[in-house]
């Protein structure tokens, strides 16, 4: 079984400023894939960025990037110099290699506020 | 070209209809889903599909019966429609292989509402 938690359901952050989403997840998997997904108003999934369990080098994708800490099994999203198109709806996500049909498992979300 | 696209992006029925949710996508991928997201924005995987066979069935009830006609269409259909069906309907698709653990790429979402 995969579960996949995000704590804060709501965060803000100011316009230019950098905020952290955080997320846990949990597998009996030893390979996986961690992923982080926005959803904006227009309800499209858009991925965000992508980090491979094997991989100890932190993911970055223009400003954003990850922090993933194997052992406490976390997977932080860092958005630097905040914008407006920015806010939206932040899904974590979890893929085992080895689980059948390679289904995502996704948190609760957290909605990031973007103030100018 | 749209990549995956479902048709429509909106529903609105009455309890007891039985609607169907159409996806197809362009991009030869073989694996095709479907995922709901609840009125608290939660998603979860429904079916998956890989070249027309059924991998993915989870618990959900057998009112829903996805169909594959072909790689490239997974279609939803859902009979005696109940309240507690209105969410937003997500079509995704992956490639085969490794290429496939790396990535989904979803359709814009089906707004179901059961009145």
């Known amino acids: 079984a995969q579960t996949v938690t995000q704590s804060q359901p709501e965060m803000s952050v100011q316009e230019a400023e950098t905020v952290t989403l955080s997320c846990t997840y949990d597998?009996?998997?030893?390979?996986?894939?961690l992923f982080w997904y926005k959803q904006p108003p227009s309800r499209q999934m858009i991925l965000v960025i992508r980090?491979?369990?094997?991989?100890?080098q932190n993911a970055t994708e223009n400003r954003f990037s990850v922090n993933f800490q194997k052992a406490a099994k976390s997977f932080s999203l860092k958005i630097s110099d905040s914008q407006l198109g920015d806010a939206a709806m932040y899904f974590c996500?979890?893929?085992?290699?080895?689980?059948?049909?390679?289904?995502?498992?996704f948190g609760e979300g957290t909605q990031l506020t973007v103030n100018p | 070209d749209t990549a995956v696209s479902q048709t429509p992006k909106y529903l609105v029925t009455q309890m007891g209809n039985d609607k169907s949710i159409k996806c197809e996508q362009n991009?030869?991928?073989?694996?095709m889903y479907w995922y709901k997201q609840d009125s608290k924005k939660f998603l979860k995987i429904m079916f998956s599909?890989?070249?027309?066979?059924?991998?993915i069935n989870e618990t959900v009830p057998n009112r829903f019966s996805p169909k594959s006609p072909d790689k490239a269409h997974l279609n939803l259909h859902i009979n005696s429609l109940e309240l507690g069906d209105s969410a937003v309907y997500f079509c995704?698709?992956?490639?085969?292989?490794?290429?496939?653990?790396?990535?989904?790429?979803f359709g814009p979402g089906t707004r179901l509402t059961v009145l």
């Open positions: 995704a698709s992956s490639p085969k292989g490794l290429a496939g653990l790396r990535t989904q790429f």
């Open positions: 597998t009996s998997e030893s390979d996986y894939y």
């Open positions: 980090q491979e369990a094997y991989k100890q």
């Open positions: 996500a979890l893929m085992g290699r080895e689980t059948s049909g390679s289904r995502l498992t």
């Open positions: 991009l030869g991928h073989d694996t």
């Open positions: 599909y890989n070249n027309k066979e059924l991998i």
